[in-house]
């Protein structure tokens, strides 16, 4: 038996969705969008949409978490043809680095150029607050992995990527042009599954962090190294452990995200019409 590359995984899947959408329809798509927990309703917004479950496009893994979606939707917001995965999978579910880029690696290569990441996060930073919207500034991959490492696959991206401009800043403007009280920050993508202790935040913030989170920076390493522009966002869930008093836990993370649904939804409808 043969073992596929990775580069051979996510041309199948390419091929898939070409054929599934149609190639015309995947070369109209000028966003896409990953949902993080509990932000998977926004997908609901768009328009004369087509929903594709994970499980059917091959090699995708599908996520188990509660609180994400399994599906990719394609729709319209106004004039903007916008992909939105409903959910994605964690390293900490066991996934490696390749299969938690797979399904942004597949969007780049069916011609997508540009990205918004979205996750729940905790807020490290002395501004933020439960309920905010954070964009990203730039970001701290703690995880000590990478979608990167191994033989290197030209389809990727060169072997030694820049990332100096990681968050593309022109995206960066227009989205905080299209809200009032965004913040922005650093994020610290860690491993997790547990929640940090007050000690690991307090290191985070020495280190420059504003937000933590368990998400985002493959992707981000992944699409950049693939020349895409890509823009994130968090939603500040909580305070992260030891800035606020409560215990964390996951429902919460959800709830926040359900409040936030409106005010996200709102911001990105604004987005997409400004992208046109
Ligand atoms: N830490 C890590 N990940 C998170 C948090 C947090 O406080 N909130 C939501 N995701």
Same mark, same amino acid.
């Given at each position: 038996?043969?073992?596929?590359?990775?580069?051979? /995984?996510?041309?199948?899947?390419?091929?898939?969705?070409?054929?599934?959408?149609?190639?015309?329809?995947?070369?109209?798509?000028?966003?896409?969008?990953?949902?993080?927990?509990?932000?998977?309703?926004?997908?609901?917004?768009?328009?004369?949409?087509?929903?594709?479950?994970?499980?059917?496009?091959?090699?995708?893994?599908?996520?188990?978490?509660?609180?994400?979606?399994?599906?990719?939707?394609?729709?319209?917001?106004?004039?903007?043809?916008?992909?939105?995965?409903?959910? /994605?999978?964690?390293?900490?579910?066991?996934?490696?680095?390749?299969?938690?880029?797979?399904?942004?690696?597949?969007?780049?290569?069916?011609?997508?150029?540009?990205?918004?990441?979205?996750?729940?996060?905790?807020?490290?930073?002395?501004?933020?607050?439960?309920?905010?919207?954070?964009?990203?500034?730039?970001?701290?991959?703690?995880?000590?992995?990478?979608?990167?490492?191994?033989?290197?696959?030209?389809?990727?991206?060169?072997?030694?990527?820049?990332?100096?401009?990681?968050?593309?800043?022109?995206?960066?403007?227009?989205?905080?042009?299209?809200?009032?009280?965004?913040?922005?920050?650093?994020?610290?993508?860690?491993?997790?599954?547990?929640?940090?202790?007050?000690?690991?935040?307090?290191?985070?913030?020495?280190?420059?962090?504003?937000?933590?989170?368990?998400?985002?920076?493959?992707?981000?390493?992944?699409?950049?190294?693939?020349?895409?522009?890509?823009?994130?966002?968090?939603?500040?869930?909580?305070?992260?452990?030891?800035?606020?008093?409560?215990?964390?836990?996951?429902?919460?993370?959800?709830?926040?995200?359900?409040?936030?649904?409106?005010?996200?939804?709102?911001?990105?409808?604004?987005?997409?019409?400004?992208?046109?």
């Amino acid at each position: 038996m043969t073992t596929q590359t990775e580069s051979q /995984r996510v041309e199948a899947a390419v091929a898939y969705l070409q054929q599934r959408l149609s190639a015309a329809r995947c070369q109209q798509i000028g966003l896409a969008m990953v949902l993080g927990s509990g932000l998977k309703g926004f997908a609901a917004e768009l328009h004369d949409s087509v929903s594709v479950p994970f499980a059917e496009i091959p090699g995708w893994p599908t996520p188990k978490v509660e609180g994400h979606g399994g599906a990719l939707v394609v729709g319209r917001v106004d004039r903007t043809v916008v992909a939105c995965l409903t959910g /994605r999978v964690h390293l900490y579910e066991g996934w490696s680095p390749a299969c938690v880029t797979r399904a942004v690696r597949t969007l780049r290569l069916l011609g997508v150029s540009q990205f918004l990441l979205t996750n729940a996060a905790g807020g490290i930073g002395e501004d933020l607050s439960a309920g905010d919207l954070m964009v990203l500034t730039d970001h701290l991959n703690l995880t000590g992995q990478s979608p990167l490492i191994g033989p290197h696959e030209a389809l990727f991206g060169p072997r030694f990527p820049d990332q100096s401009k990681l968050y593309d800043p022109q995206l960066r403007s227009l989205l905080l042009a299209c809200g009032s009280g965004l913040q922005q920050g650093v994020y610290a993508g860690l491993l997790g599954p547990s929640y940090e202790t007050p000690s690991e935040v307090r290191m985070l913030k020495v280190l420059g962090a504003d937000a933590v989170g368990m998400s985002t920076v493959h992707e981000a390493i992944a699409l950049n190294a693939m020349g895409a522009r890509i823009c994130g966002l968090s939603l500040i869930s909580n305070l992260a452990a030891g800035i606020g008093e409560q215990p964390l836990n996951h429902q919460e993370v959800m709830e926040e995200g359900r409040k936030a649904s409106v005010m996200l939804t709102a911001l990105v409808a604004e987005f997409c019409r400004r992208l046109a």
